[in-house]
């Protein structure tokens, strides 16, 4: 400021004692209202802020859940952290809606429904139907911990001979209907998921009539699958030392 602009002014002592008393009342209303994280917060509480974010978003990463929409309702899975090839491949897909539309084109009631073939979508190619998906397959990842019990979500995979590796299939997978007659393939498919809510829909699915290719003869279709948003609960606020009593 230009010194010649200020036009000094003589205060009585009680007035000035009075300017300095608001004057301090507002520095310190200042440097108490700082955002929670930003410059107002201390060091500590920012990282603690950030680590807390930081948690949640790795959980949401690591263990994904989705509603899939058929049209004999909707189931919610969710995929596994310790097939995290599989997850980010099925993410990946959802996407990309690479799933709306198809049908479940293999049913066998008390066995599994198999679903995620792009030809299926299409009835002029149903000699093509199981044999469908991206150019591409996932390296077989096998975690004892997971097995075939029922709304286990496993890949489809082509057979032994010809896929020694036991490699997944790019987009098809199975939902198991009846644990007890999957078992005996544990070990062997790729378990990447589970139905956490809506088992009553795979038997809706399993029980339908199909043909003596285990086609459906009434068409099944997975409408859509969408990510299910899981809202962090509200962090409790700290106390305001700063109230009035």
């Known amino acids: 400021m230009n010194a010649k602009l200020v036009k000094f002014v003589v205060l009585k002592q009680n007035d000035m004692k009075r300017i300095l008393i608001i004057m ?26 950030t680590a807390t974010v930081q948690t949640m978003e790795n959980k949401q990463i690591e263990e994904p859940m989705f509603d899939i929409y058929t049209s004999k309702g909707k189931m919610r899975i969710k995929l596994y952290n310790k097939t995290p090839k599989h997850r980010d491949n099925f993410v990946k897909l959802v996407n990309e809606k690479y799933y709306d539309g198809v049908r479940f084109h293999r049913v066998i009631e008390g066995f599994m429904i198999q679903t995620g073939d792009p030809y299926s979508r299409d009835t002029a190619k149903i ?14 990842e096998f975690v004892n911990e997971y097995w075939h019990k029922k709304g286990a979500l496993a890949a489809a995979r082509r057979g032994d001979m010809a896929n020694p590796t036991k490699a997944s299939s790019g987009s098809q997978f199975y939902i198991v209907h009846d644990e007890n007659a999957c078992l005996h393939l544990d070990g062997q498919y790729s378990i ?9 829909i795979i038997d809706r699915i399993a029980t339908v009539d199909t043909d003596p290719y285990d086609r459906p ?24 030392s700063t109230k009035a009593e």
């Open 24 to 49: 301090a009342a507002l520095t310190f209303a200042v440097a108490s209202c700082g955002p929670r994280g930003g410059k107002g917060a201390s060091e500590a509480e920012q990282a603690d802020s």
């Open 127 to 140: 000699d093509l139907w199981g044999q469908g998906g991206p150019d591409y397959t996932v390296p077989a």
């Open 192 to 200: 990447f998921g589970e139905v956490v809510e809506g088992l009553e």
């Open 217 to 240: 003869l009434e068409d099944v279709f997975i409408n859509r699958i969408t990510p299910v948003i899981v809202e962090p609960a509200p962090a409790a606020e700290p106390a305001d």
